[in-house]
């Protein structure tokens, strides 16, 4: 009895100890929205031309997302005291449902949310996390790598492996959402667990991809 006692321990804690190392953080995706289709889901108040940054989101080995209650949210009114900091922010990171038009103070709730949603679950500061996210997301230009490929947002439709095999010559195996399956939606970039280098997502993670084999660029209205 006490040998299979212990057997049993043994097993258990096993157990717990993979279930926390296949929940903990692992690396981030960076999410970058197409705003002609997000705002079919959305009023948006703002269209910017270019792709936006949705958000950096720390997930698992798997590519499941993260978030940590206990986190506590930063005070982004004090970091935008820093006016190069608030520019960076509105520009690059913005709400597009805002109706409050370009004033980055008026941003704070969409920020709060995301810090709540998915910065919260990842072990940096807010301050290295909040300017990693603006840095990747200035190191990325999709709209230059794809029309490199030929492929334009002019309302056409194109092979998904044109798209992917674009982004991945460049930022390594993206993932793919797309609005009813065939509107290029949003495009995630997977990066390392510093926030420093762009890796390819793992084929478990494409396999969360929905769009179909054939995807539409929307022009802009």
């Not at 509105?90 to 998915?118: N, Q, V």
Request: charged share 20%; aromatic share 14%; glycine share 8%.
């Amino acid at each position: 009895m006490k040998i299979n006692f212990c057997i049993f321990i043994v097993l258990f804690v096993y157990c717990i100890s993979s279930v926390e190392n296949n929940s903990g953080f692992d690396h981030f995706w960076l999410v970058l929205s197409w705003p002609p289709v997000y705002c079919l889901q959305i009023r948006c108040e703002r269209k910017p031309t270019d792709f936006v940054l949705h958000g950096l989101w720390p997930v698992n080995s798997t590519g499941h997302s993260l978030k940590n209650s206990t986190n506590g949210t930063p005070n982004f009114y004090s970091m935008l005291r820093n006016h190069s900091f608030g520019i960076e922010m509105d520009e690059h990171w913005p709400s597009l449902g805002s109706k409050e038009g370009r004033d980055p103070y008026k941003h704070i709730r969409f920020w709060e949310h995301e810090w709540e949603e998915h910065g919260s679950g990842q072990p940096y500061g807010d301050t290295y996390y909040l300017q990693s996210a603006i840095r990747l997301r200035k190191s990325v230009n999709l709209l230059r790598i794809l029309r490199n490929q030929g492929i334009f947002p002019d309302g056409r439709s194109y092979w998904e492996t044109g798209y992917v095999d674009a982004i991945k010559d460049a930022y390594g195996y993206p993932v793919l959402k797309c609005f009813n399956g065939y509107l290029l939606k949003e495009v995630t970039i997977c990066v390392d667990g510093q926030a420093r280098s762009f890796i390819s997502c793992s084929p478990a993670e494409r396999r969360s991809a929905n769009c179909h084999n054939v995807i539409s660029f929307p022009r802009h209205k």
